[in-house]
Protein backbone atom coordinates (compact mmCIF):
# COMPACT_ATOMS: atom_id res chain seq x y z
CA UNK A 1 0.00 0.00 0.00
CA UNK A 2 1.63 2.92 -0.80
CA UNK A 3 2.14 5.33 1.73
CA UNK A 4 1.07 8.69 3.48
CA UNK A 5 2.56 11.72 1.72
CA UNK A 6 4.29 13.44 4.55
CA UNK A 7 2.32 16.92 4.96
CA UNK A 8 5.71 19.09 4.98
CA UNK A 9 6.01 17.64 1.51
CA UNK A 10 2.66 19.30 0.89
CA UNK A 11 3.22 22.16 2.58
CA UNK A 12 6.51 22.99 0.80
CA UNK A 13 4.62 22.36 -2.86
CA UNK A 14 1.81 24.81 -1.17
CA UNK A 15 4.70 27.61 -1.32
CA UNK A 16 6.31 27.19 -4.32
CA UNK A 17 2.76 27.23 -6.35
CA UNK A 18 1.89 30.49 -4.44
CA UNK A 19 5.15 31.93 -5.35
CA UNK A 20 4.66 30.98 -8.92
CA UNK A 21 0.86 32.43 -9.11
CA UNK A 22 1.99 35.70 -7.31
CA UNK A 23 5.22 36.08 -9.58
CA UNK A 24 5.44 39.79 -10.90
CA UNK A 25 8.44 39.80 -12.79
CA UNK A 26 8.45 39.69 -16.66
CA UNK A 27 4.39 39.39 -16.25
CA UNK A 28 2.84 39.59 -19.93
CA UNK A 29 -0.24 40.01 -18.12
CA UNK A 30 -1.33 43.99 -16.49
CA UNK A 31 -1.53 43.55 -12.73
CA UNK A 32 -5.38 44.57 -13.48
CA UNK A 33 -6.25 42.08 -15.67
CA UNK A 34 -4.66 39.17 -12.79
CA UNK A 35 -7.25 41.10 -10.09
CA UNK A 36 -10.12 40.50 -12.53
CA UNK A 37 -9.24 36.82 -13.26
CA UNK A 38 -8.65 35.92 -9.58
CA UNK A 39 -12.21 37.93 -8.97
CA UNK A 40 -13.76 35.99 -11.53
CA UNK A 41 -12.18 32.55 -10.33
CA UNK A 42 -13.45 33.67 -6.87
CA UNK A 43 -16.73 33.96 -7.74
CA UNK A 44 -16.84 30.35 -9.67
CA UNK A 45 -15.17 27.65 -7.55
CA UNK A 46 -17.06 26.84 -4.84
CA UNK A 47 -19.92 26.56 -7.22
CA UNK A 48 -18.08 24.22 -9.31
CA UNK A 49 -19.60 20.73 -9.43
CA UNK A 50 -16.55 19.04 -8.40
CA UNK A 51 -16.09 15.82 -6.60
CA UNK A 52 -13.14 14.20 -4.55
CA UNK A 53 -11.82 10.80 -6.00
CA UNK A 54 -9.23 9.20 -4.00
CA UNK A 55 -7.64 12.65 -3.58
CA UNK A 56 -8.19 14.30 -6.58
CA UNK A 57 -10.88 16.53 -7.73
CA UNK A 58 -13.02 15.45 -10.83
CA UNK A 59 -15.65 17.55 -12.33
CA UNK A 60 -19.09 16.29 -13.45
CA UNK A 61 -19.69 18.17 -16.80
CA UNK A 62 -20.20 16.36 -20.29
CA UNK A 63 -19.56 17.63 -23.41
CA UNK A 64 -22.37 20.29 -24.72
CA UNK A 65 -21.56 21.91 -21.31
CA UNK A 66 -17.62 21.83 -21.07
CA UNK A 67 -17.88 23.21 -24.81
CA UNK A 68 -20.04 26.53 -23.64
CA UNK A 69 -17.24 26.44 -20.97
CA UNK A 70 -14.79 26.56 -23.28
CA UNK A 71 -16.37 29.64 -25.49
CA UNK A 72 -16.88 31.53 -22.80
CA UNK A 73 -13.18 31.68 -20.97
CA UNK A 74 -11.99 32.17 -24.94
CA UNK A 75 -14.05 35.37 -25.16
CA UNK A 76 -12.79 36.41 -21.78
CA UNK A 77 -8.78 35.65 -22.39
CA UNK A 78 -8.37 34.60 -18.53
CA UNK A 79 -6.09 31.62 -17.72
CA UNK A 80 -7.94 28.34 -17.63
CA UNK A 81 -5.92 24.99 -17.01
CA UNK A 82 -7.20 21.77 -18.45
CA UNK A 83 -6.27 18.72 -16.43
CA UNK A 84 -7.45 15.20 -17.79
CA UNK A 85 -6.81 12.42 -14.76
CA UNK A 86 -6.99 9.17 -15.80
CA UNK A 87 -5.42 6.04 -14.05
CA UNK A 88 -1.76 7.02 -14.45
CA UNK A 89 -2.66 10.09 -13.34
CA UNK A 90 -4.36 9.13 -9.80
CA UNK A 91 -1.05 6.65 -9.35
CA UNK A 92 1.40 9.94 -9.66
CA UNK A 93 -0.83 11.85 -7.60
CA UNK A 94 -0.37 8.98 -4.80
CA UNK A 95 3.47 9.30 -4.78
CA UNK A 96 4.18 12.57 -6.37
CA UNK A 97 3.33 15.37 -3.97
CA UNK A 98 4.06 18.27 -6.15
CA UNK A 99 1.80 16.30 -9.29
CA UNK A 100 -1.04 16.13 -7.09
CA UNK A 101 -1.11 20.21 -6.60
CA UNK A 102 -0.74 20.67 -10.41
CA UNK A 103 -4.11 18.89 -10.74
CA UNK A 104 -5.24 20.31 -7.62
CA UNK A 105 -4.71 23.83 -9.30
CA UNK A 106 -6.37 23.06 -12.39
CA UNK A 107 -9.72 24.97 -13.43
CA UNK A 108 -11.32 21.82 -14.85
CA UNK A 109 -10.38 18.35 -13.65
CA UNK A 110 -12.04 15.54 -16.85
CA UNK A 111 -11.80 12.27 -16.04
CA UNK A 112 -9.99 10.24 -18.56
CA UNK A 113 -10.24 6.57 -17.74
CA UNK A 114 -12.73 4.25 -17.89
CA UNK A 115 -11.61 2.53 -14.11
CA UNK A 116 -12.24 5.83 -12.91
CA UNK A 117 -15.87 6.18 -13.99
CA UNK A 118 -16.13 2.81 -12.93
CA UNK A 119 -14.72 3.78 -8.84
CA UNK A 120 -16.89 6.52 -8.76
CA UNK A 121 -20.08 4.76 -9.54
CA UNK A 122 -19.10 2.74 -7.07
CA UNK A 123 -19.14 5.58 -4.43
CA UNK A 124 -21.90 7.66 -5.38
CA UNK A 125 -20.39 10.41 -7.11
CA UNK A 126 -22.23 11.53 -9.90
CA UNK A 127 -19.34 10.94 -12.96
CA UNK A 128 -21.15 9.67 -15.75
CA UNK A 129 -18.92 10.55 -18.73
CA UNK A 130 -15.66 9.73 -19.68
CA UNK A 131 -14.04 12.94 -21.50
CA UNK A 132 -10.80 12.04 -22.54
CA UNK A 133 -8.55 14.05 -23.60
CA UNK A 134 -8.18 13.14 -27.36
CA UNK A 135 -11.60 13.24 -27.67
CA UNK A 136 -11.93 16.57 -26.47
CA UNK A 137 -9.41 17.37 -28.90
CA UNK A 138 -11.48 15.70 -31.66
CA UNK A 139 -14.79 17.70 -30.65
CA UNK A 140 -13.08 21.03 -30.70
CA UNK A 141 -11.48 19.59 -34.09
CA UNK A 142 -15.24 19.47 -35.42
CA UNK A 143 -16.50 22.08 -37.77
CA UNK A 144 -18.84 24.37 -35.32
CA UNK A 145 -21.60 26.68 -36.58
CA UNK A 146 -19.62 29.56 -35.38
CA UNK A 147 -17.61 31.27 -38.21
CA UNK A 148 -14.31 31.40 -36.59
CA UNK A 149 -12.38 28.78 -35.55
CA UNK A 150 -10.48 27.95 -32.60
CA UNK A 151 -6.76 29.01 -32.89
CA UNK A 152 -4.28 26.52 -30.95
CA UNK A 153 -1.00 26.04 -31.00
CA UNK A 154 0.87 22.81 -30.51
CA UNK A 155 3.83 22.35 -28.53
CA UNK A 156 5.57 19.27 -27.94
CA UNK A 157 5.32 15.76 -29.90
CA UNK A 158 8.02 14.10 -31.56
CA UNK A 159 10.55 14.88 -34.15
CA UNK A 160 8.56 17.03 -36.34
CA UNK A 161 4.64 15.80 -35.89
CA UNK A 162 3.55 18.95 -34.36
CA UNK A 163 4.16 21.12 -37.66
CA UNK A 164 2.92 17.92 -39.83
CA UNK A 165 -0.74 17.78 -37.62
CA UNK A 166 -0.77 21.56 -37.95
CA UNK A 167 -0.20 21.92 -41.55
CA UNK A 168 -2.90 18.85 -41.87
CA UNK A 169 -5.62 21.11 -39.31
CA UNK A 170 -4.67 24.32 -41.75
CA UNK A 171 -5.40 21.84 -45.00
CA UNK A 172 -8.94 20.85 -43.52
CA UNK A 173 -12.49 22.45 -43.04
CA UNK A 174 -12.38 21.87 -38.96
CA UNK A 175 -13.11 23.78 -36.34
CA UNK A 176 -9.37 24.40 -35.27
CA UNK A 177 -6.61 27.00 -37.06
CA UNK A 178 -3.06 25.99 -36.18
CA UNK A 179 -1.44 29.33 -35.33
CA UNK A 180 1.52 28.02 -34.73
CA UNK A 181 3.59 24.19 -33.51
CA UNK A 182 7.07 23.62 -31.99
CA UNK A 183 8.81 20.64 -30.65
CA UNK A 184 11.45 22.17 -27.98
CA UNK A 185 12.87 18.71 -27.81
CA UNK A 186 14.09 16.99 -24.90
CA UNK A 187 15.67 19.47 -21.44
CA UNK A 188 14.75 20.76 -18.46
CA UNK A 189 11.61 22.85 -17.43
CA UNK A 190 13.95 25.61 -17.78
CA UNK A 191 15.15 24.68 -21.07
CA UNK A 192 11.82 24.73 -22.40
CA UNK A 193 10.80 27.71 -20.40
CA UNK A 194 12.91 30.19 -22.26
CA UNK A 195 12.03 34.04 -23.01
CA UNK A 196 12.27 32.96 -26.81
CA UNK A 197 9.90 30.38 -26.52
CA UNK A 198 7.03 32.26 -24.37
CA UNK A 199 7.35 35.13 -26.54
CA UNK A 200 6.96 32.42 -29.48
CA UNK A 201 4.02 30.75 -28.34
CA UNK A 202 2.62 34.56 -27.11
CA UNK A 203 2.91 36.08 -30.18
CA UNK A 204 0.59 33.44 -32.08
CA UNK A 205 -2.27 35.08 -30.25
CA UNK A 206 -3.69 31.24 -29.82
CA UNK A 207 -6.80 30.46 -27.89
CA UNK A 208 -5.44 26.92 -26.76
CA UNK A 209 -2.23 25.80 -26.04
CA UNK A 210 -2.13 22.26 -26.53
CA UNK A 211 0.81 20.25 -24.77
CA UNK A 212 2.06 17.23 -26.09
CA UNK A 213 4.31 15.82 -23.10
CA UNK A 214 4.06 13.13 -20.53
CA UNK A 215 1.70 13.73 -17.31
CA UNK A 216 4.13 15.02 -15.15
CA UNK A 217 5.99 17.29 -17.55
CA UNK A 218 3.30 18.51 -18.88
CA UNK A 219 2.21 19.60 -15.30
CA UNK A 220 5.08 21.06 -14.65
CA UNK A 221 5.58 22.73 -17.28
CA UNK A 222 2.21 24.43 -17.36
CA UNK A 223 2.40 25.29 -13.37
CA UNK A 224 5.60 26.24 -14.55
CA UNK A 225 5.02 29.25 -16.72
CA UNK A 226 1.20 29.84 -16.03
CA UNK A 227 1.88 33.62 -15.76
CA UNK A 228 3.76 34.30 -18.53
CA UNK A 229 1.39 32.40 -20.95
CA UNK A 230 -0.80 34.12 -23.07
CA UNK A 231 -3.40 31.97 -24.77
CA UNK A 232 -6.59 31.43 -22.00
CA UNK A 233 -6.97 27.37 -22.50
CA UNK A 234 -3.86 25.20 -21.73
CA UNK A 235 -4.44 21.67 -21.55
CA UNK A 236 -2.09 18.57 -21.72
CA UNK A 237 -3.20 16.27 -24.72
CA UNK A 238 -0.87 13.61 -24.39
CA UNK A 239 -0.55 11.01 -26.88
CA UNK A 240 -3.08 13.08 -29.10
CA UNK A 241 -0.61 14.02 -31.42
CA UNK A 242 -0.10 10.73 -32.20
CA UNK A 243 -3.35 10.10 -33.05
CA UNK A 244 -3.78 13.00 -35.22
CA UNK A 245 -0.42 12.37 -36.86
CA UNK A 246 -1.62 8.35 -37.67
CA UNK A 247 1.81 7.44 -36.06
CA UNK A 248 -0.84 5.48 -33.87
CA UNK A 249 -4.05 3.93 -34.37
CA UNK A 250 -6.29 5.04 -31.47
CA UNK A 251 -8.55 2.15 -29.48
CA UNK A 252 -12.07 1.43 -31.50
CA UNK A 253 -15.07 3.18 -29.76
CA UNK A 254 -16.01 -0.13 -28.68
CA UNK A 255 -12.64 -0.71 -26.90
CA UNK A 256 -12.67 2.39 -25.40
CA UNK A 257 -15.85 2.01 -23.82
CA UNK A 258 -15.68 -1.03 -22.19
CA UNK A 259 -12.52 0.12 -20.22
CA UNK A 260 -10.11 -1.89 -22.39
CA UNK A 261 -8.40 0.37 -24.38
CA UNK A 262 -4.81 -0.28 -22.61
CA UNK A 263 -4.96 -3.70 -24.63
CA UNK A 264 -4.75 -1.49 -27.30
CA UNK A 265 -2.37 1.01 -26.80
CA UNK A 266 -0.18 -2.02 -25.30
CA UNK A 267 -0.39 -3.72 -29.23
CA UNK A 268 0.31 -0.61 -30.85
CA UNK A 269 2.88 0.52 -28.36
CA UNK A 270 4.54 -2.30 -26.34
CA UNK A 271 6.64 -0.31 -24.40
CA UNK A 272 3.50 0.84 -22.55
CA UNK A 273 3.07 -2.70 -21.09
CA UNK A 274 4.98 -1.74 -17.52
CA UNK A 275 3.36 1.77 -17.00
CA UNK A 276 -0.11 -0.56 -17.49
CA UNK A 277 1.15 -3.08 -15.27
CA UNK A 278 2.62 -1.37 -12.31
CA UNK A 279 -0.56 1.46 -12.63
CA UNK A 280 -2.83 -1.56 -12.68
CA UNK A 281 -1.15 -3.44 -10.13
CA UNK A 282 -1.33 0.16 -7.70
CA UNK A 283 -4.81 0.47 -8.42
CA UNK A 284 -5.80 -3.09 -7.10
CA UNK A 285 -4.10 -2.38 -4.05
CA UNK A 286 -5.97 0.98 -3.75
CA UNK A 287 -9.23 -0.57 -4.35
CA UNK A 288 -8.61 -3.24 -1.69
CA UNK A 289 -7.52 -0.89 0.70
CA UNK A 290 -9.61 2.23 0.73
CA UNK A 291 -12.71 1.91 -2.28
CA UNK A 292 -14.18 -1.52 -1.31
CA UNK A 293 -13.77 -0.07 2.72
CA UNK A 294 -15.92 3.23 1.97
CA UNK A 295 -18.27 1.39 -0.26
CA UNK A 296 -19.51 -0.58 2.78
CA UNK A 297 -18.99 2.62 5.10
CA UNK A 298 -21.48 4.49 2.44
CA UNK A 299 -24.05 1.73 3.16
CA UNK A 300 -24.74 3.33 6.18
CA UNK A 301 -25.09 6.94 5.10
CA UNK A 302 -27.81 8.63 5.17
CA UNK A 303 -28.15 10.55 2.05
CA UNK A 304 -31.15 12.64 3.10
CA UNK A 305 -29.38 13.05 6.30
CA UNK A 306 -29.10 16.81 7.58
CA UNK A 307 -26.40 19.19 8.18
CA UNK A 308 -26.30 22.45 10.42
CA UNK A 309 -23.31 24.99 10.31
CA UNK A 310 -23.14 27.07 12.73
CA UNK A 311 -20.07 30.29 12.65
CA UNK A 312 -18.06 31.91 15.09
CA UNK A 313 -15.78 34.71 14.71
CA UNK A 314 -13.37 37.30 16.34
CA UNK A 315 -11.27 39.60 15.25
CA UNK A 316 -9.18 37.12 14.20
CA UNK A 317 -10.72 33.88 12.60
CA UNK A 318 -13.48 32.49 11.52
CA UNK A 319 -14.81 29.25 13.27
CA UNK A 320 -17.31 27.21 11.14
CA UNK A 321 -18.97 23.90 12.95
CA UNK A 322 -20.40 21.71 10.61
CA UNK A 323 -22.85 19.31 12.77
CA UNK A 324 -24.53 16.07 11.05
CA UNK A 325 -23.74 14.62 6.94
CA UNK A 326 -21.48 16.71 5.11
CA UNK A 327 -23.34 14.94 2.48
CA UNK A 328 -23.88 16.46 -1.18
CA UNK A 329 -27.77 16.77 -0.60
CA UNK A 330 -26.95 19.41 1.98
CA UNK A 331 -23.70 21.27 -0.08
CA UNK A 332 -25.58 24.16 -0.96
CA UNK A 333 -25.89 25.55 2.71
CA UNK A 334 -22.36 24.44 3.07
CA UNK A 335 -21.53 26.92 -0.08
CA UNK A 336 -23.56 29.60 1.23
CA UNK A 337 -21.52 29.52 4.62
CA UNK A 338 -18.19 29.17 3.52
CA UNK A 339 -19.12 32.63 0.46
CA UNK A 340 -19.85 34.52 3.90
CA UNK A 341 -16.98 32.97 5.95
CA UNK A 342 -14.49 33.84 3.02
CA UNK A 343 -15.96 37.08 3.10
CA UNK A 344 -14.33 37.88 6.34
CA UNK A 345 -11.13 37.54 5.10
CA UNK A 346 -10.02 36.08 8.16
CA UNK A 347 -8.40 32.46 9.07
CA UNK A 348 -10.56 30.24 7.86
CA UNK A 349 -11.61 27.05 10.93
CA UNK A 350 -13.21 24.53 9.97
CA UNK A 351 -14.93 21.84 13.24
CA UNK A 352 -15.88 18.73 12.68
CA UNK A 353 -16.32 17.21 16.18
CA UNK A 354 -19.83 16.77 14.99
CA UNK A 355 -19.60 15.55 11.47
CA UNK A 356 -20.79 12.69 11.23
CA UNK A 357 -19.43 11.61 8.04
CA UNK A 358 -17.94 14.14 4.66
CA UNK A 359 -18.97 12.10 0.73
CA UNK A 360 -16.92 12.58 -2.54
CA UNK A 361 -19.33 16.15 -3.19
CA UNK A 362 -18.05 17.89 -0.30
CA UNK A 363 -14.44 16.87 -0.37
CA UNK A 364 -14.90 18.49 -3.64
CA UNK A 365 -16.27 22.19 -2.14
CA UNK A 366 -13.41 21.76 0.87
CA UNK A 367 -11.07 21.40 -1.87
CA UNK A 368 -12.36 24.17 -3.66
CA UNK A 369 -12.26 25.91 -0.44
CA UNK A 370 -8.65 25.61 -0.25
CA UNK A 371 -8.01 27.05 -3.31
CA UNK A 372 -9.30 30.36 -2.04
CA UNK A 373 -7.68 30.15 1.14
CA UNK A 374 -4.16 29.09 -0.10
CA UNK A 375 -4.56 32.24 -2.57
CA UNK A 376 -4.48 34.30 0.16
CA UNK A 377 -1.41 32.44 1.75
CA UNK A 378 -3.09 30.76 4.61
CA UNK A 379 -3.81 27.73 5.44
CA UNK A 380 -7.05 25.91 5.56
CA UNK A 381 -7.43 24.84 8.90
CA UNK A 382 -9.46 21.64 10.47
CA UNK A 383 -9.90 20.61 14.73
CA UNK A 384 -11.83 18.25 16.30
CA UNK A 385 -11.06 15.12 14.03
CA UNK A 386 -11.92 12.06 15.62
CA UNK A 387 -10.26 8.61 14.24
CA UNK A 388 -13.25 7.38 12.92
CA UNK A 389 -13.34 11.34 10.44
CA UNK A 390 -9.18 11.16 10.44
CA UNK A 391 -9.79 7.65 9.19
CA UNK A 392 -12.35 8.28 6.37
CA UNK A 393 -9.92 11.18 5.39
CA UNK A 394 -7.32 8.70 4.64
CA UNK A 395 -9.72 6.16 2.94
CA UNK A 396 -10.36 8.67 0.84
CA UNK A 397 -6.61 9.55 0.08
CA UNK A 398 -7.15 13.47 1.23
CA UNK A 399 -5.03 12.94 4.72
CA UNK A 400 -2.61 15.54 3.25
CA UNK A 401 -5.50 18.51 4.06
CA UNK A 402 -5.40 17.69 7.82
CA UNK A 403 -2.96 18.63 10.75
CA UNK A 404 -0.43 15.52 10.84
CA UNK A 405 -1.54 13.56 14.36
CA UNK A 406 1.70 14.69 15.75
CA UNK A 407 0.94 18.46 15.07
Known amino acids: MLGVLLNKLASRTFCVLNTLRTARADHPVAETEQLRFVSVVEQDELDRNVYGLLGIPVDAVDFPNLLKQIATVTELRRPFL ?11 SQKNAAFRESILA ?9 PLIWIAKLLRVAIKERVAGSDLFGRLKAKTDSDRRLRVFLFGGADDLAAKVGAKLNASDCGLECVGALNPGFGSIEDMSTPEIIR ?9 LAVFFGAEKAQTWLIHNHWHLRPPLRAQFGATINFEAGTVKRAPPMLRSTGFEWLWRIKEEPYLWRRYWNDGLALSRLFLTCVLPMMFGLRWVREDAPLSITAQEDQFLVKLRLSGAATEVNVQIAINAFHKALLANKRLVVDLSQTDVIDARFFGLLLMVRKRVERRQQALEFVGISPRLRRWFHLNRFEYLLPSETS
Open 106 to 114: SDLCLVDGM
Open 200 to 208: TINASQADL
Open 82 to 92: ISTPNVNFLMK
